[in-house]
């Protein structure tokens, strides 16, 4: 797999990928790290790691379809045949959806449908509820829907803060995110 990240953030997910592939957990390469916010954390962790980043400001682009376009023409230099979304803070748009049908994969930190959108650690805190997780989904159109592939869940204790839930959350995705596509890569995915 030549695989694509895309991230606008701090990419702790990132660099669980990059650890999993140098332990070899993970068959995969690296190709490009997308990234839709110049200067943001992420793109150090890939410079540390010698891994090519491609940056862009949305505002430079006449719109998503002309940055998708620009984003597309770098997959292809790089051979990339798989993009995993890591906090990418933007909607996929029909230019990329069109290209990578099905090779699209999105973390989410709630178990969907329930709590899509941002701030999900949030609003399962604010909702109470007791039991909350991880969620990895292939991307479609809309927000955080998409077929789901594994969903891995976290419980939320009387003594928890949004702080030590968002750690708990952190450590699965951590682990989700490569175990599933390794599987991917070994036998493909099941989705119904
Ligand atoms: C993760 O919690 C992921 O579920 C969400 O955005 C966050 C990204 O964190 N989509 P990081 O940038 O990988 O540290």
């Known amino acids: 797999m030549k695989l694509a990240v895309f991230a606008s953030g701090s990419g702790s997910n990132f660099q669980a990928f990059a650890e999993a592939v140098e332990e070899g957990r993970l068959d995969a390469e ?3 790290l997308v990234c839709d916010r110049p200067g943001a954390l992420v793109e150090g962790r890939a410079a540390a ?19 998708e376009r620009a984003i597309l023409s770098e997959l292809k230099k790089k051979g990339a045949d798989f993009i995993a979304l890591a906090g990418y803070m933007r909607l996929i748009g029909p230019v990329l959806l069109g290209a990578y ?3 699209i994969m999105n973390i989410h930190p709630s178990l969907l449908p329930a709590f899509p959108g941002l ?5 399962a805190f604010d909702a109470g509820v007791k039991l909350t997780g991880v969620t990895l989904h292939y991307v479609d159109e809309g927000m955080d829907t998409g077929p789901i592939i594994a969903q891995e869940a976290v419980r939320i204790h009387e003594s928890d803060t949004r702080e030590t839930v968002q750690k708990k959350v952190q450590t699965i ?8 596509l390794q599987q991917l890569i070994e036998k493909g995915v099941n989705v119904k």
């Open 119 to 123: 701030d999900a650690i949030g609003q």
């Open 49 to 67: 790691k010698d891994i090519p980043v491609f940056s862009f400001d949305p505002k430079a682009y006449d719109g998503k379809a002309a940055f």
């Open 30 to 32: 690296i190709v490009l």
């Open 101 to 103: 049908p099905r090779r």
């Open 173 to 180: 995705e951590h682990s989700l995110y490569p175990k599933t």
